[in-house]
Structures are given as structure tokens and as C-alpha cells.
């Protein structure tokens, strides 16, 4: 007898597409992966899926997840925020990620103030992952770094680099401005770092860059006005591992 999953108002399909909410995501303290590679990364860091739903026209990672839910064609389609279908869905536990708290040797991390951008967010989670060991801090009103989009751009980095709130970020605060801070490449950028950036448009406000120990800014060409925030973090990151290495 076939086993799959046909129905699309099964309960495993239904919490996928509710942890598709931040809301619940926060609720439940799950969040879904989409792909094998995304998957993988999860599994490699030592991460249980909770549930695993695998298109039973063309099963992926099986070797690993032995308990996996075959299910329809077309239903993963349904559940995807992917251009094209995913051959498996898994969700993971939110606790299982690394943590500030479990960890304590850092070379440099970012805080960041009030980025909203997922693309943003999973971009400097890979950045730190690519420039680390590192972490990233975030405050209230950023992006879920457990997001659909935040997950595909950070590349499974979200499985290898801590993640805390903002007040919580070690190190000697480097605040990156647009203008008025020091050229980034003449600041001393040994020992630990952490750079502090702000959203995109706004920047960071007054009173947070007051509170950062010094202000850096990247020059930029005659009448361009400002970097992407996921660019400047990656500069900046770079910046202090050229200047260590």
C-alpha cells in the first residue's frame, strides 16, 4: 500500500505553512527549511528535524532521514516559496541554533539596529560565517533570521553562527556611518570587534552611535551616498580579517 501523503489538510503540511508566520515561528519555536542543501547544512550542525516532508517522486537526503514523510506531487509546490519546488521541507527546533551563549571565542561579529530586510540579515549571517569565527546580534524590529528569505540568502550560515540580542554583542563597538566617522581602513581593527549597523534607509540613530566606542565610514566614489547595509557589513568584516590576518 502507497504511504504518502495526498491530502493537503494534513497536519504536518498545515504546521509548515503556519511556520510560514513569524508570529509562529516565535509561538512554536520551529522554523522550516526548504531544499537538501539548506537541509543538510542543519543536519551537518547537529540539528533534529522535528518533521521532514520528502516529494515522493523524487526523494532527496533519505539516507539521513530515515522517518521522512513521502508525500504528493505537488504538494511541496503548494507549501514553496522557492521559484522551483523543493524535493524535501524540514523543520527544525529554533533552540538548536548556536547561541551567544553557548559560545565564548570571537574574532569580530555585528550588531545590527533595526535591519528589516530578511535578504539582508541572512546576507551578514553569511558574511560572519565567511570572516569568522563571528556572531551576529540582533535588536528588535530586525528581520527573523529564521524567515524563508533570510534562510535562503544566509546559505546555512544561520546553522554555524550564534545569534543573540543587540545590548548582548562583545567586543569594542564600531559604529559604521555614510559620513563623518573615520576611513575604515585607519582604524586599528585588532582584538575584538563588533561593527554596529543600522537599516538601510536610516541608519544609525543618534543615541546608538553616541553609544559605540568609535564611528567608522567606507569612502565611496564622488556622488555615491551610501552601501547596501549586507555589502558594508561584508567590507567591514573583511577590512578587520585583511588587517589580522
Known sequence: MDSRVTSPSNPKLRLVRRLQSANQRQRLGLFACEG???VAAGLDAGLEAVEV???AERPALLDRLP????VGP???????ELAHPPRLIAVFRRAGLPTLERETTFEAGLALWRVG???????????????????VCLSPGCADPTGP???RAAMGAVFRVPLGGFDEAPGRRIGLVAHGGSPLSQLDLSGA??????????????????DCDELATIPLAEGAESLNVATAGAIALYERRRQTS
Not at 522517518?67 to 513521502?70: E, I, K, Q, V, Y
Request: net charge negative; hydrophobic share 45%.
Open 74 to 80: 505537488g504538494l511541496l509546490t503548494e507549501l514553496s
Open 53 to 55: 516532508l520528502v516529494d
Open 36 to 38: 537538501e542543501d539548506l
Open 117 to 135: 530586510d530578511p535578504g539582508n540579515v541572512g546576507t551578514l549571517l553569511r558574511s560572519v560565517d565567511a570572516f569568522g569565527p563571528g556572531f
Open 149 to 151: 528569505k533570510a534562510l
Open 67 to 70: 522517518a521522512a514523510t513521502l
Open 193 to 210: 570587534v563588533c561593527f554596529v549597523l543600522g537599516a538601510e534607509r536610516e541608519g544609525l540613530p543618534d543615541e546608538i552611535a553616541a
